[in-house]
């Protein structure tokens, strides 16, 4: 039950998973953090491949343990529309959307209702198709941190906030240049928090851009590992899907 109440946390997390923080002044945007982020937007494929992608459609797996597994398939509208939905099959089913202004969820656990405040600004930022753009749009801050040794891997390491974003630790791989880890604090509802680490691998390639196929989120101990199957760009989209449920 404890892994299950965490599900209507996972899809606010495929971005940045923001909480509401005080600005800072731009002047403390380190040119050389500020070039690895440009970098790791480079080995994605870039910005004009990126600026292509007009909609992305996820389907796979997650993966809560032994004996706990669901399907998932989650659309991106650019600029920032989102729906999601996970289905445990004959236990529960969870969905989310953002319409582009209004955000909802509806699950067995808490029922239908309409995220606001911080909430509605995870899911804001989790509708962008590339994180990455967002983060170097928005960004206030940037600070390079010391290197670090993981797995046979020197990580580039930066600390960054963005607008409405507190601090959030990105780690890169120094060969390849791609996102692997992301540290920061994520809302889980009126008054509540908690800190909250995304890891990233087997980068793939689609329509010129890569992706991460497989992403591990470690929440309070508990480790939900989602494996996309299926990544599609440029479908047609039924709108409907990210608006609020009348």
């Given at each position: 039950?404890?892994?299950?109440?965490?599900?209507?946390?996972?899809?606010?997390?495929?971005?940045?998973?923001?909480?509401?923080?005080?600005?800072?002044?731009?002047?403390?945007?380190?040119?050389?953090?500020?070039?690895?982020?440009?970098?790791?937007?480079?080995a994605?494929?870039?910005?004009?491949?990126m600026a292509?992608?007009?909609n992305?459609?996820?389907?796979?797996t997650?993966?809560?343990?032994?004996?706990?597994?669901?399907?998932?398939?989650?659309?991106?509208q650019?600029?920032?529309?989102?729906?999601?939905?996970?289905v445990?099959?004959?236990?529960?089913?969870?969905?989310?959307?953002?319409?582009?202004?209004?955000?909802?969820?509806?699950d067995?656990?808490?029922?239908?209702?309409?995220?606001?405040?911080?909430?509605?600004?995870?899911?804001?930022?989790?509708?962008?198709?590339?994180?990455?753009?967002?983060?170097?749009r928005?960004?206030?801050?940037?600070?390079?941190?010391?290197?670090?040794?993981?797995?046979?891997?020197?990580?580039?390491?930066?600390?960054?906030?963005?607008?409405?974003?507190?601090?959030?630790?990105?780690?890169?791989?120094?060969?390849?240049?791609?996102?692997?880890?992301?540290?920061?604090?994520?809302?889980?509802g009126?008054?509540?928090?908690?800190?909250?680490?995304?890891?990233?691998?087997?980068?793939?390639?689609k329509?010129?851009?890569?992706?991460?196929?497989?992403?591990?989120?470690?929440?309070?101990?508990?480790?939900?590992?989602?494996?996309?199957?299926?990544?599609?760009?440029?479908?047609?989209?039924?709108?409907?899907?990210?608006?609020?449920?009348?």
């Amino acid at each position: 039950m404890k892994k299950l109440k965490l599900l209507p946390l996972l899809f606010t997390l495929s971005s940045t998973g923001p909480l509401s923080a005080k600005e800072p002044t731009p002047a403390t945007i380190d040119p050389a953090a500020k070039a690895i982020l440009q970098e790791s937007i480079a080995a994605l494929g870039g910005e004009e491949a990126m600026a292509k992608i007009k909609n992305r459609q996820i389907s796979g797996t997650i993966i809560m343990g032994p004996g706990t597994k669901m399907d998932f398939v989650m659309t991106q509208q650019a600029p920032s529309k989102i729906h999601s939905k996970m289905v445990i099959p004959e236990t529960m089913t969870l969905e989310q959307g953002f319409d582009g202004e209004k955000a909802w969820s509806n699950d067995s656990i808490q029922g239908f209702r309409e995220l606001q405040g911080a909430e509605l600004d995870q899911i804001k930022q989790s509708g962008a198709i590339f994180p990455e753009l967002v983060i170097m749009r928005d960004l206030l801050s940037a600070k390079l941190l010391d290197d670090v040794e993981e797995s046979d891997q020197t990580l580039k390491v930066i600390e960054v906030t963005s607008k409405d974003a507190p601090a959030r630790t990105l780690y890169f791989d120094q060969s390849t240049k791609l996102l692997t880890k992301m540290s920061s604090i994520l809302s889980t509802g009126p008054g509540g928090s908690m800190d909250v680490t995304m890891s990233f691998g087997d980068y793939q390639e689609k329509d010129g851009v890569k992706y991460p196929a497989k992403m591990v989120t470690d929440l309070l101990g508990q480790k939900l590992q989602m494996v996309s199957t299926e990544v599609l760009h440029n479908i047609e989209i039924d709108e409907k899907i990210f608006s609020m449920k009348k």
